[in-house]
Each structure stands twice: as C-alpha cells, then as structure tokens.
C-alpha cells in the first residue's frame, strides 16, 4: 500500500478557512434572505447611505457569495482527502458567521448607519440581541478552534 | 424614437442569417467525423445561447426594452451574461480546433496567441470592458442615444455579447487560452466586477436613467441585480469547480 500525498495541505488551516468562508457566508445568506427578502425589515438599498456604504455593501454581497461556494469546495475537498475534522470546521464556520455579524451590527449598521435592523422601532433591544449573538458565536467558535488546535482528522491513517 | 413595425418584419429579422449560419456551422462541427464524438448537450448550449441574445434584439423584447426597463433588464442579462455563458460552455474554439483543416485551424491557434488577444484576455481588461461597457451605457448620453437609434442599440449590444463573452471565457472557459491566469486573480477580478455590477444596479434603483420612471427603474434594478447574481453564483461555482478539479489528489487512496 502506497503512502498518500498529502504533504502540501496543512490540514488543520484548511479545515479553519473552509469553515470560516462558510461562515461568511451563511452570515450573508440569512442576512440576505430573512431580512432583506422574508421579513422585508430592511432592503439591500435605504437610500440614507454614504457612497462607501454602497461600496462596502456591494463588495461584502459578492465577497459573501463567492465565501460560501469556495467554503464548501473546500470543505469536498477536506472530505476527499479524508482530513476532515469535524468539530474544528465546525467552530470556524461559528466564528465566520459571528465575526460577518458583529461587523455588520457595528460597523454597517452604526458607523456608516448604511442601514438598520428595522425602522419604526426601538433599537437597543435589537442592535443588543444581534451582537451579543454574534459575539457568542465568536466566542464559542474560539473555544472549539482552541480545543481542536493539535486535533487530528478523523480519517487521517498517517497520522499516527 | 425609431419604428419597430409591431407584427412585422423589422430590418432586425437580418440578425437571424449570421445566427443561423453560426448555429448550423456549430451542428456541422459537432456531427462530423473529426469532432470524435463531441457532446450534444454543448451544440444545445450554442443554439440557446445564440437564441438568448438574439431575443435581445429581436421583437417583442426589443420594442418593449424602448419602452419598459425592466425589458431593457431582461435584455441586457440575456445579451450580456446568460447568452455569453452559454456561448463559453459550449466551448465552439474547441470544436473549431478539431474539426476546421489544417491551415484555418493553424491561423485560428496563431489568432489565440496573438498579442492584441493576450492584452484582451488578461482578467483586468475583460472586466473592465464588460463592467465599463454597462456604466457608459446607463451612465452616459448613450442611454439616450441607444433609446433613440436602433444603430445604436445594436452597436451597444454587440459590445455587451462580445465584452460578455470575453469575461466569462476569461473567467471559467475551458477553450484553449494561453498565458491564461491563475486563480487567485480570477476570483479576485470576479469578485470586484460582482461587487461593481451589484453597486451599479442600486445606484439605478435610487437614480433610474434619464427617461424612466422611478417604479420603472426600480423594476429593472431588481431584475438586473438579482438576475444577474443568479449567472455571476454560476460563474462562482464554474471557477470553484475548477480548483477543485485541478487540486485532485493523486493518490487514490484518499478516495477508500
């Protein structure tokens, strides 16, 4: 039995950035679809905005995209050379969707006020629920990256 | 504005002999002996990404796109992205490789090589041409120009497909491209020329151009941007689809 290539892939940084583009991803998608388009809270345009506003937007929409497909080739690619590990993409994937949040609620949100959650509304109820949700996932997302920093794959046979 | 004769024969109808001869020179190709089996499904491809951009400037949709942006919308993504992607993956430089003779074929390749064809197929330029191409178009007094000239309309169309073809073959072809680049390039100019299509669709939803209506251009902005996010996720998934392909492990005992 012939011994696999595998010595260019660092498998436990490729498990991270897989998970962290899924992340951003997600982040974007939901931000996308529950809020722009289901609930209708807010939408991709609200007129009030800044021109780099518009432009950090705009980028961060196409950026989300390109995130989420990338991230999940990568993650077929952990899974066809059997170094996947689970909980550490896992805990990535947390921490890109905490972290897309947290600059969405600060920075998009209040320091360019591009747009907010909802209009009408009190804020503070909202704005405190999504970043403290976006912080506990960074901070959850962190401890997994923490606890799986020398893992191994599951599937890795070279590795012992 | 100029007189599309409705349920006539507009003077566009002469766009369907250069679009049938291509079509039937595509079917020539992959049916003969020399294309050694060549797939069917990319001679369907080539049919319906011509018939996408012709119905851009063919009736109805030409008449209304004068009339009605979120036409115009409909046209611009036929002509300039589902058309040309189309067009890109039914890879016709290919075929026209293996089945022309020796010497057009030799000419073709030296074409490909040339110098003018390494400037255009550098990712920066093709986005530039085809992400500059709509600014003037939405932008500029050619807006107006083109609503006013049918001429007009179809130069800037023309534009569209041939600056739309170009992108995207620079981006996710898989005809022969020499000096093509890498992939980090190509994702980053996919990204910007994304993220540039998307900030100009908003800005048209606020600020449609000179002569349409605000519901009108807000019609056509959602169309232009969530159509076109629909082929430019396509274009994504092409180039991811690539690296992943390209990056295989060699050995198969990865696979077990």
């Not at chain 1, 432009?55 to 993650?75: E, I, N, P, R």
């Not at chain 2, 049916?31 to 089996?37: E, F, G, I, T």
């Not at chain 2, 090589?113 to 500059?132: C, H």
Request: net charge positive; charged share 15%.
């Amino acid at each position: 039995m012939s011994t696999p290539t595998r010595a260019p892939v660092r498998s436990r940084r490729r498990n991270v950035l897989s998970g962290v583009l899924v992340g951003i991803g997600i982040a974007a998608f939901v931000d996308e679809v529950v809020f722009h388009q289901l609930l209708q809270w807010h939408h991709f345009y609200d007129k009030s905005t800044t021109a780099v506003g518009l432009f950090s937007d705009g980028l961060f929409h196409a950026f989300g995209w390109f995130a989420v497909v990338a991230g999940l080739f990568l993650f077929a690619d952990l899974r066809r050379r059997a170094i996947l590990i689970p909980s550490r993409w896992a805990g990535a994937v947390l921490l890109g969707t905490g972290a897309f949040q947290l600059y969405d609620g600060t920075v998009q949100h209040k320091l360019m006020e591009l747009h907010q959650i909802r209009y009408n509304v009190p804020l503070l109820p909202y704005d405190l629920l999504w970043n403290l949700s976006a912080a506990a996932m960074i901070l959850a997302g962190a401890a997994l990256l923490y606890r799986t920093r020398h893992a191994k794959p599951d599937g890795d046979r070279a590795g012992a | 504005m100029h007189d599309h004769q409705a349920g006539g024969f507009g003077v566009e109808l002469l766009f369907l002999i250069p679009a049938a001869a291509a079509v039937a020179a595509y079917w020539a190709g992959t049916l003969s002996a020399r294309s050694r089996q060549w797939p069917l499904h990319r001679a369907v491809l080539f049919t319906f990404g011509t018939a996408a951009v012709l119905a851009a400037v063919l009736d109805p949709l030409a008449t209304r796109s004068h009339e009605d942006f979120a036409a115009l919308g409909i046209a611009h993504l036929l002509a300039g992205m589902l058309g040309p992607l189309m067009l890109v993956l039914s890879r016709p430089i290919s075929l026209a490789l293996r089945t022309l003779d020796v010497v057009p074929a030799r000419r073709l390749s030296g074409v490909l090589r040339s110098r003018p064809l390494r400037v255009l197929t550098f990712p920066v330029t093709a986005a530039v041409l085809n992400i500059g191409g709509m600014v003037l178009m939405f932008r500029t007094g050619l807006f107006t120009a083109m609503q006013e000239s049918a001429p007009v309309h179809w130069l800037v169309t023309f534009h569209l497909v041939a600056a739309g073809y170009l992108y995207t073959a620079v981006l996710v072809g898989r005809d022969p491209m020499p000096h093509r680049a890498g992939f980090r390039l190509r994702a980053a100019v996919l990204i910007l020329s994304a993220a540039a299509h998307n900030i100009l669709a908003k800005t048209l939803y606020a600020d449609p151009p000179p002569g349409v209506l605000p519901a009108d251009g807000q019609a056509g902005a959602l169309v232009l941007y969530y159509g076109g996010g629909v082929v430019e996720i396509v274009i994504i998934f092409l180039l991811c689809r690539q690296w992943y392909s390209s990056t295989r492990p060699r050995s198969t005992y990865a696979y077990a």
